[in-house]
């Protein structure tokens, strides 16, 4: 018999706050999270705009007690913190109680780490413990052990920008098939030298603030965040009588192998994937109330996007909006912090503008929503699209 999946808690930390309260405020008040670089040395320091955390390793460490020598790399420190908030929030006193998994997601891992003390490593021993956490299972492993989950499943997802969106697909998908009662999903990033190099090399970073959706947009602002959900199954609420936040109602994967970096100009890896998550969910596309799209004001990726929005939707196109332009595109964690805003619309019934547009893209009609709007929500509907074509869509509910 097929499970429900309730979602009861989320944590996130972003460049526009350290914790959900402070996130949803942020987006209320419309205050942008993007700035020149100021953490990393980079030549690039004045081209480009970013979401940083204004938080050093330090001040992170600290507030998990911890100390260098425990050698968490920022994308751990990040994903602890946003993770332990997420269990919190679900009100778990013991987390090995029921059968508990974690799933993380992370393009990074432990590259700051990597760069900080590369050039180093064949002068001083020392720095092998620092290289050892460069792969992506190590920011996992070290988010686990924060938690205290034991002998259960712990596994890291890394494909691309839907990546989170992968890893609550995933533990919806261990949860309805009984394999787990419980499971943290998410995922987090930070920003580094690699990743601003690559997407600097792509020619697809933007000198000012990002304008997702807009005819004269420029590229996108790189950002860092962790985000994650506590799923469980239906059992597990009614045994616990847990409050729910919302339900994961649907989701899909498709990929339209199109190219390595872009999005089929026609959307179809989107489109699969907005259909895959409504069949799923049961429902038709005149059910979804709101699309808190990807829209990473990319020249590529808004219209592929819209096009696939197009194809979905028809001529009855939902409310839609990027978030974007308050965080920067965080990567692997994009799909998870996107989820907690989804989440957040639910409860408040509240639509996030789309910040900084301004003119309508030449190539279809549709248009972003660009001013707060109050509406009564019951579903909502989010895209994470990744570079080689991997698109997913979730959709969450107030409805089981």
């Known amino acids: 018999m097929s499970k429900g999946v309730a979602i009861t808690g989320m944590g996130v930390i972003s460049a526009i706050g350290n914790n959900v309260a402070e996130n949803y405020i942020s987006l209320v008040e419309e205050k942008k999270g993007i700035s020149r670089i100021s953490r990393i040395d980079t030549v690039h320091h004045d081209a480009i705009m970013v979401g940083e955390i204004n938080l ?41 109680e029921y059968r ?24 001083d021993s020392e720095c092998q413990k620092y ?14 052990e924060q938690l205290g989950i034991q002998e ?30 419980r499971v943290v999903v998410g995922g ?69 192998a199109f190219h390595q970096t872009a999005s089929s100009e026609n959307g179809e890896g989107a489109t699969l994937a907005m259909q895959k998550a409504l069949k799923i969910a049961d429902i038709s596309p005149n059910d979804i109330d709101y699309i808190n799209a990807h829209g990473t004001a ?25 978030t974007k332009a308050y965080t920067g595109h965080t990567l692997a964690a994009a799909g998870g912090i996107e989820a907690v805003y989804s989440i957040l619309a639910l409860q408040n019934n509240h639509i996030y503008p789309n910040l900084n547009f301004k003119t309508q893209m030449e190539e279809f009609t549709i248009t972003p929503q660009t001013k707060a709007k109050e509406k009564e929500l019951t579903t909502v509907l989010s895209n994470s699209l990744g570079f080689g074509g991997n698109c997913s869509t979730l959709i969450f509910s107030k409805k089981a």
């Open 56 to 96: 050093s390793n330090e001040n992170l460490e600290k507030t998990l007690g911890l100390t260098p020598e425990n050698n968490y790399p920022r994308t751990a420190l990040l994903g602890a913190i946003a993770a332990k908030e997420a269990v919190k929030n679900a009100a778990i006193d013991d987390i090995n």
């Open 100 to 123: 508990t998994g974690l799933i993380s997601s992370t393009s990074v891992g432990g590259m700051d780490m990597t760069e900080q003390y590369y050039y180093k490593y064949f002068e």
């Open 131 to 144: 290289i050892d956490s460069h792969h992506i299972g190590d920011s996992t492993k070290k988010i686990a």
């Open 152 to 181: 259960s499943f712990i596994t890291t997802i890394s494909t691309a920008c839907s990546s989170a969106a992968n890893a609550i697909m995933f533990g919806a998908r261990l949860i309805k098939s009984g394999k787990l009662d």
């Open 188 to 256: 987090a990033d930070c920003l580094s030298k690699f990743t601003i190099n690559g997407f600097k090399t792509l020619m697809i970073l933007s000198d000012t603030y990002s304008t997702p959706f807009d005819e004269h947009r420029k590229g996108l602002n790189l950002g860092e965040a962790a985000a994650f959900l506590v799923l469980e199954s239906d059992e597990v609420v009614k045994a616990q009588n847990k409050k729910v936040l919302a339900y994961l109602k649907g989701y899909g994967n498709a990929n339209d």
């Open 298 to 322: 990319t020249r590529n990726n808004d219209l592929s996007e819209g096009r696939a929005i197009i194809n979905v939707f028809g001529e009855n196109v939902p409310d839609f909006s990027s």
